[in-house]
Nanobody, 115 residues
Framework: QVHLVESGGGLVQAGGSLRLSCSVS????????MGWYRQARGKERELVAD???????NYADSVKGRFTVSRDNFKNTVYLQMNSLKSEDTAVYYC?????????WGQGTQVTVSS
């Protein structure tokens, strides 16, 4: 069974940084596109960033230049480095693994940015 576990969330002041990690178990994910989504209270879940198996990346306009997604296929882990955090980045952040048959989601990690 495939499991995705996010970690690294927490409380940070505006302008600060956090690094989220998503560890994947139960499968090798090197051939999968991986993504990060977030959901703020009262809002719909939105794509933050994704990274293909070849390392190509895609970012939401709201995080371009501040967030960086990366992956370590040997560790079966994907990362989201978040810099220059803003209060509007406050949300639960979810990791997702895309497959031809569907998606696998983690349980999410809370990121709270205080202004």
């Amino acid at each position: 069974q495939v499991h995705l576990v996010e970690s690294g969330g927490g409380l940070v002041q505006a302008g600060g940084s956090l690094r989220l990690s998503c560890s994947v178990s139960g499968t090798m994910f090197s051939s999968n596109t991986m993504g990060w989504y977030r959901q703020a209270r009262g809002k719909e879940r939105e794509l933050v960033a994704d990274i293909t198996s070849g390392g190509s990346t895609n970012y939401a306009d709201s995080v371009k230049g501040r967030f960086t997604v990366s992956r370590d296929n040997f560790k079966n882990t994907v990362y989201l480095q978040m810099n220059s955090l803003k209060s509007e980045d406050t949300a639960v952040y979810y990791c997702v693994r895309y497959t031809p048959y569907g998606t696998n989601w983690g349980q999410g990690t809370q990121v709270t940015v205080s202004s």
